[in-house]
């Protein structure tokens, strides 16, 4: 048996493609063009390559975006002003703080400091507590999260039902992914460090998403046969073969999980594509609010 192959990249370029039409559609309505600012603070080379990436991808929708960047020294009051002065401009529909902080910035003040509104990231507290509660419904949904859900239902994996493992609780993907899944009335156990018995637990899941942050960590036969595996890691590691000197790998070991799986993501080009993809349909879906508002 040999998996399906989910394919990140044509999923998410069919979404990139979707945004750039409902953005050229709105521009022959007369309607203003989705703006989304960046802000990165300090010089993280990893967030640099990560937010260049995204504001291509604007530029390639038709979306408008700024970018904005601050020194590794710049203070909480100097982060913050600057957020608010974007929930100020009409012209900004999303914000985009690129995480990890500097040291020495309180992470959880910057995020609530963005505007409900305009928190294209999904990462505001209000967003995530209504993600979290029955019968409420946040404003965004964080964009890697939604990929991963997005991945899933064009596979065509029943969740109804399923017992779904996910990898990791980080605030970035594992809760909130865990939060989704359990929206589509799977039942869902989340894995972290202090688990015991991981291999065991994965071996019941009809659903896994791997978001732990360890190259190859999830074996063959720890995968029930025919279950969905959605690769959210990528790691770098040394491969003197390779002309960089390394290569990107996922959380799962692929060439034992690709003989067990009934789908799988491979790592790159899963659900890495899907990030920006999303990111790009939560600035649009603001951008319409803030017409509804305008309206109202």
């Known amino acids: 048996m040999t998996a399906k192959i989910i394919d990140g990249k044509a999923i998410a370029e069919s979404i990139r493609e979707e945004v750039k039409q409902n953005v050229t559609e709105r521009l022959e309505q007369g309607l203003p063009v989705p703006g989304l600012a960046t802000v990165i603070i300090g010089d993280n080379p990893a967030s640099r390559v990560y937010v260049r990436m995204k504001h291509k991808a604007c530029q390639e929708a038709g979306i408008r975006s700024v970018g904005h960047e601050l020194p590794a020294t710049a203070t909480q009051d100097e982060v913050e002003s600057l957020v608010k002065q974007l929930n100020d401009d009409p012209g900004i529909h999303g914000i985009l703080v690129q995480l990890p902080l500097p040291a020495g910035l309180d992470e959880e003040r910057v995020l609530n400091t963005i505007s409900i509104q305009k928190d294209v ?150 659900v890495g594509p899907m990030t920006i993809a999303m990111l790009l349909r939560n600035t649009l879906r603001a951008a319409r609010l803030a017409d509804a508002r305008d309206i109202g």
């Open 121 to 270: 990231d999904g990462f505001h507290p209000i967003n995530i507590g209504r993600l979290a509660q029955k019968g409420r419904e946040p404003l965004f949904v964080p964009a890697t999260p939604a990929g991963v859900m997005v991945l899933l239902e064009k596979n065509g994996t029943s969740l109804d039902g399923a017992k779904a493992v996910v990898l990791g609780r980080s605030n970035i993907v594992g809760m909130p992914v865990s939060l989704l899944l359990l929206r589509e009335n799977a039942t869902v156990t989340i894995c972290h460090s202090h688990t015991q018995d991981i291999p065991a637990t994965l071996r019941e899941a009809d659903v896994v998403v791997a978001a732990i942050g360890k190259p190859g960590y999830v074996r063959g036969d720890w995968i029930k046969p025919g279950a969905t595996v959605i690769d959210v890691g990528t790691n770098r590691v040394e491969d003197p073969a390779a002309k960089r000197g390394y290569r990107l790998v996922g959380d799962v070991n692929f060439d034992e999980v690709v003989k067990v799986a009934g789908a799988i993501t491979p790592s790159p080009g899963g």
